[in-house]
């Protein structure tokens, strides 16, 4: 582990450089990448982990994206772990959530890492847990896992995220059939995003009638609108 100590300790005081080079070494399982996630497995600390998931298309990469202000706004340091669909030439990450996110790339307090599925089913990635060890022994206050697109049954993010935040939109068909997918049963909240659209109280009206026992939140991202009530409604679920 010699050869890895400086990254670990660079890891430790909170480095992004050195953060983002364990990251790449776990995910293309280097030699020695699994004494490197266990000497990190050692300094992890317990951080809040957020999840955000739901189907392709619904604004979850936007949510996140003001997430991140809200948190930023109260002084707290973040990780964003978005996990991105793979490339068909290269195998890596498309990149589309940090091209969103661009406007945090330049804050020390926050770093953002999209990472491949390379094909692995479930949301995330086969190395997430690892990348998870890593990351939870640098300096964050909180991290955020924002699933690659999913279908109703990729409910990985339940093993590593509370709360669960289930992103949904209006226009998304049947709203009784909307409440019973798979994937709604891991939700800690439930965000209707783009409540600027039509038929979003159709859509909150029809996840309240589900009783699901889970707050229930219409926002709009971009504009901004609702998002006070689903921070209100969020921090004391993620204990921060």
């Given at each position: 582990?010699?050869e890895?100590?400086?990254?670990?300790?660079?890891?430790?005081?909170?480095?992004?450089?050195?953060?983002a080079?364990?990251?790449?070494?776990?995910?293309?399982?280097?030699?020695?990448?699994?004494?490197?996630?266990?000497?990190?497995?050692?300094?992890?600390?317990?951080?809040?982990?957020?999840?955000?998931?739901?189907?392709?298309?619904?604004?979850?990469?936007?949510?996140?994206?003001?997430?991140?202000?809200?948190?930023?706004?109260?002084?707290?340091?973040?990780?964003?772990?978005?996990?991105?669909p793979?490339?068909?030439i290269?195998?890596?990450?498309?990149?589309?959530?940090?091209i969103?996110?661009?406007?945090?790339?330049?804050?020390?307090?926050?770093f953002?890492?999209?990472?491949?599925s390379?094909?692995?089913?479930?949301?995330?990635?086969?190395?997430?847990?690892?990348?998870?060890?890593?990351?939870?022994?640098?300096?964050?206050?909180?991290?955020?896992?924002?699933?690659?697109?999913?279908?109703?049954?990729?409910?990985?993010?339940?093993?590593?995220?509370?709360?669960?935040?289930?992103?949904?939109?209006?226009?998304?068909?049947?709203?009784?059939?909307?409440?019973k997918?798979?994937?709604?049963?891991?939700?800690?909240?439930?965000?209707?995003?783009?409540?600027?659209?039509?038929?979003?109280?159709a859509?909150?009206?029809a996840?309240?009638?589900?009783?699901?026992?889970?707050?229930?939140?219409?926002?709009?991202?971009?504009?901004?609108?609702?998002?006070?009530?689903?921070?209100?409604v969020?921090?004391?679920?993620?204990?921060?």
């Open positions: 582990m010699s890895f100590s400086e990254l670990i300790a660079g890891v430790s005081r909170g480095d992004h450089r050195s953060l080079h364990a990251i790449s070494i776990v995910e293309d399982g280097v030699e020695g990448s699994r004494e490197l996630v266990d000497a990190m497995a050692i300094l992890a600390s317990d951080v809040p982990i957020i999840g955000i998931t739901g189907a392709p298309g619904l604004g979850k990469s936007t949510l996140v994206n003001a997430l991140v202000t809200q948190l930023r706004n109260r002084n707290l340091a973040v990780c964003v772990l978005a996990v991105d793979s490339s068909v290269t195998g890596g990450a498309l990149l589309g959530d940090r969103r996110m661009s406007g945090h790339t330049a804050d020390d307090g926050v953002i890492r999209s990472l491949s390379r094909g692995h089913l479930g949301g995330l990635t086969a190395t997430f847990s690892a990348v998870l060890a890593v990351v939870r022994a640098a300096r964050f206050d909180v991290i955020i896992v924002e699933t690659v697109g999913v279908g109703q049954s990729e409910v990985e993010i339940m093993k590593f995220a509370d709360p669960v935040v289930v992103v949904s939109a209006p226009g998304l068909g049947d709203g009784v059939q909307a409440a997918a798979g994937i709604i049963e891991i939700a800690s909240i439930v965000v209707i995003n783009k409540s600027d659209l039509e038929g979003a109280e859509a909150v009206a996840m309240e009638r589900a009783e699901l026992g889970v707050p229930v939140v219409a926002v709009s991202a971009t504009t901004g609108a609702g998002i006070d009530e689903f921070m209100a969020l921090l004391p679920a993620a204990q921060l």
